[in-house]
């Protein structure tokens, strides 16, 4: 395949959407249901939540990769605690004021 030249058109770029608290709690329950919905049901969610089928079908599959992702990560640990990614949160700080133990 030639190199791209500049009259090939731009690809285009998914939009993503904010989605609002109600899509969200509609899509979860539905998800936490059923990791695969089919078409009809695809539609009827979308239908009800104000979003297009597409959206609905890309939200699920995201959520599934995640999913995985989650699972794959939480055996690891399990297998080996010493791949467990570090927490961020800095160490817990000492109470002011405790007397010091002699």
């Known amino acids: ?4 030249e500049a009259t090939d058109p731009p690809k285009k ?13 509609g899509l979860t329950k539905k998800f936490n249901q059923k ?3 089919s078409i009809g049901e695809r539609v009827t969610l979308a239908t009800e939540l104000g979003m297009t089928e597409q959206q609905v079908q890309a ?6 990769t995640k999913l995985k992702k ?11 605690p010493k791949i467990a990614p ?4 800095p160490p817990p700080k000492k109470a ?6 002699t």
Do not use: C, H, M, V
Request: proline share 6%; hydrophobic share 30%.
């Open 59 to 64: 939200w699920f599959s995201t959520r599934r």
């Open 35 to 37: 990791i695969y919905i």
């Open 13 to 25: 770029k998914l939009e993503t959407s904010d989605l609002s608290e109600a899509q969200l709690e």
């Open 70 to 80: 989650n699972q794959e990560l939480a055996e690891l640990i399990t297998a080996d």
């Open 1 to 4: 395949k030639p190199p791209l």
């Open 96 to 101: 002011k004021g405790t007397p010091k133990s």
């Open 86 to 89: 570090k927490s961020k949160a």
